[in-house]
């Protein structure tokens, strides 16, 4: 079974701070990996999936297979990044519909 | 383009009774999943319909169920209700079956008393 493990339930950055959420994933193929967010009382959105190498709103995510990580980064993080994230992962060729969240982490930046 | 919408937003039941709540995807999406969100188990997965038909389903009981209509809209439906049943559920749309990027209704925010 995929799952998804985000270890940092809570996150606090300054402004201007460098910010990273984690997320591993376990999964023997090769899943496709995505970062969703969710500001307050807005509906859950998709920010970046690995396979499109985008950089959404300065932010980043590098697949490390070898430590079956997808850590999310922003080299300065802005008030308005404050929201919850959540990793997930689909396995990669099959069709769609089944995406695994992790628990997500809440992040803050103070001003 | 109208986003997914769901409805009713939010819905209080009592014990034992049944549920229907519904979500219409983006127009032109053919695939509707659904998701239940609590504190304690996070994002889990119910189902996905595609072409009137279910084609994934996650590990909840047989009282969860769903369908598909032939312009894409979705129902699921919730039989003999239990307080654990409490939770938001989110519905999202992709345009098919190969289709990565899901998006995601407001939700409805189900209160089992």
């Known amino acids: 079974a995929q799952r998804v493990t985000q270890p940092e339930k809570l996150l606090s950055v300054f402004k201007g701070a460098p910010v990273e959420l984690k997320c591993n994933y376990s999964y023997s193929g090769s899943p496709e990996l995505f970062w969703y967010v969710q500001y307050s009382r807005q509906r859950l959105q998709l920010l970046l999936r690995?396979?499109s190498r985008e950089s959404i709103k300065g932010f980043t995510a590098d697949l490390n297979k070898g430590e079956t990580s997808f850590h999310l980064k922003k080299p300065f993080a802005q008030e308005e990044d404050s929201a919850m994230y959540y990793c997930a992962s689909q396995r990669r060729g099959s069709t769609l519909g089944r995406l695994y969240f992790g628990r997500g982490t809440q992040l803050t930046v103070w001003p | 383009k109208a986003g997914v919408t769901q409805t009713p937003r939010y819905l209080i039941k009592t014990r034992g009774q049944q549920v229907t709540l519904s979500c219409s995807p983006i127009s032109g999406h053919r695939s509707v999943s659904w998701y239940q969100q609590t504190p304690g188990q996070g994002l889990q997965f119910l189902f996905e319909y595609f072409s009137e038909t279910q084609r994934n389903k996650g590990n909840f009981p047989g009282r969860f169920s769903g369908r598909q209509f032939s312009n894409s809209r979705s129902e699921m439906n919730v039989s003999t209700l239990e307080l654990g049943d409490s939770a938001l559920y989110l519905c999202?749309?992709?345009?098919?079956?190969?289709?990565?990027?899901?998006?995601f209704g407001p939700g409805t925010r189900l209160t089992v008393t």
């Open positions: 999202a749309s992709s345009f098919d079956r190969s289709s990565y990027e899901q998006y």
């Open positions: 690995h396979i």
